[in-house]
């Protein structure tokens, strides 16, 4: 990657964490994708140097950066090879964190927080519901008050990463049915509740995935679940408003991660189309092997643009009430998609210029792709950023 244009705080980041990451090697994560093994050890590594809090208010024990540290470090850890499953270990507790820490209250965020980031507590982020699915707004699961003290929650989350090994979730739920509000985007709340798997009420159950296989990806049950109400954050009600800041930081990472992983799987074709010989010269010497690895290196840098502008425009929008949050939005959306499908050709790209080598675990290429499809489905998929973006960018009548 080029790295012109980027500040002296996140080349620093970048070389910190990348040293971090240089003791995980490649075996270490395709053991762990192959045995789905949490790596425990590698979320450990980046929480006892603080990193983990990186864009958290330094009072909280955070770094006090911003997002566009954060992703520089989001890239640099998928980068390393540690691909998806490495990112997503570790990513929520950096986006969930940034609605609980804006709007969450004093007693909440000191207790809370400080444990986020000294790694004793890991958190995921439930949003996704079975029967809902992208349709947000509509979700169904109910935090219902049962007392002044109490909510109980009862439905259903699905994909949840992390809910075997987190101890929080930063839960959105409806706390008014839709057909008492005015707005469907009105009568969500959001929590950051304890994930307590034992306790009665709440089922976890590990779903069998393609690739990332070290981070397990649930579905999570409630059924009459109780939560003190002070784990809400922020007013009753106004939960979709501010989940909203955490999804655009969200987005904003996943175009790094999906950036990192397409340079790692890039730098490998490279390699590999270097060295291997046939024909009596080395493949690379083919116009049909380099040409298509230099147009997705132009795609990657295109869209590292895109993406470092979306999150240098989400930190900007955190002093300056001036910048709409839909032009955050539409930046950090558009950022993603063109990260995510940049990066997925050059994944394909590496694999294919392996040749069968490209399908042999050994070569990691294989890991990277079956990967690279996450940040193209989730958290939004391209469909709903193309919606998105004709609307709210192009003054499309809106589609969905
Ligand atoms: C590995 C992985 C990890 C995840 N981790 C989490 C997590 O930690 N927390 C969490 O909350 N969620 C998580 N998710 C869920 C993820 O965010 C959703 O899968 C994603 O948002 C898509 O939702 P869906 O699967 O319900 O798709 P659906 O809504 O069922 O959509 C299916 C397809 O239809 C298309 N479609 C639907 N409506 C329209 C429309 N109006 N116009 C055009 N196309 C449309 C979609 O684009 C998609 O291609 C994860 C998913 C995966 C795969």
Aim: glycine share 8%.
């Amino acid at each position: 990657m080029e790295l012109t244009g980027f500040s002296d705080e996140q080349l620093t980041v970048r070389d910190a964490v990348s040293n971090i990451c240089s003791r995980f090697p490649n075996t270490y994560w395709q053991e762990h994708d192959q045995k789905e093994q949490d790596p425990t050890d590698f979320h450990a590594a980046l929480a006892k140097d603080g990193w983990l809090g990186i864009a958290l208010p330094e009072h909280l024990g955070g770094g006090g950066l911003g997002i566009s540290e954060a992703t520089m470090m989001m890239q640099t850890i998928t980068q390393s090879g540690a691909g998806m499953a490495g990112a997503q270990a570790i990513h929520a507790n950096v986006y969930a964190t940034q609605p609980l820490a804006k709007f969450g209250s004093e007693e909440q965020v000191n207790e809370t927080i400080p444990k986020i980031i000294n790694g004793t507590w890991r958190t995921c982020f439930g949003v996704t519901e079975p029967n809902t699915g992208l349709e947000t707004l509509k979700l169904k699961t109910l935090a219902k008050k049962k007392d002044e003290h109490t909510y109980t929650v009862s439905g259903q989350k699905i994909w949840i990463t992390c809910a075997q090994v987190a101890s929080k979730m930063i839960l959105l739920a409806r706390t008014t049915p839709l057909e008492e509000v005015k707005k469907s985007s009105q009568g969500l709340s959001l929590f950051c509740i304890d994930l307590d798997r034992g306790h009665p009420g709440l089922d976890v159950q590990k779903i069998k995935k393609m690739g990332g296989r070290a981070v397990d990806a649930n579905e999570v049950f409630f059924d009459n679940y109780d939560i003190p109400a002070s784990t809400r954050i922020g007013a009753e009600n106004d939960g979709f408003k501010i989940i909203l800041h955490g999804m655009n930081a969200e987005r904003c990472l996943l175009a790094g991660e999906a950036l990192g992983l397409g340079y790692a799987a890039l730098e490998k074709a490279v390699q590999y189309a270097n060295d291997r010989v046939v024909f009596g010269r080395p493949i690379g010497k083919n116009q049909g092997i380099a040409h298509p690895l230099a147009d997705a290196w132009m795609k990657l840098e295109a869209a590292k643009l895109a993406t470092y502008h979306a999150a240098r425009l989400y930190d900007a929008s955190a002093a300056d009430e001036s910048i709409p949050m839909h032009s955050v939005g539409v930046a950090a959306n558009s950022a993603k998609y063109l990260a995510a499908e940049a990066a997925f050709t050059a994944c394909e790209r590496a694999v294919l210029t392996h040749g069968g080598m490209g399908y042999a675990m050994e070569y990691d290429v294989e890991r990277y792709l079956r990967e690279i499809l996450v940040p193209r489905i989730a958290p939004v998929s391209r469909e709903m950023i193309m919606n998105y973006v004709g609307e709210k960018a192009l003054g499309l009548p809106r589609s969905y």
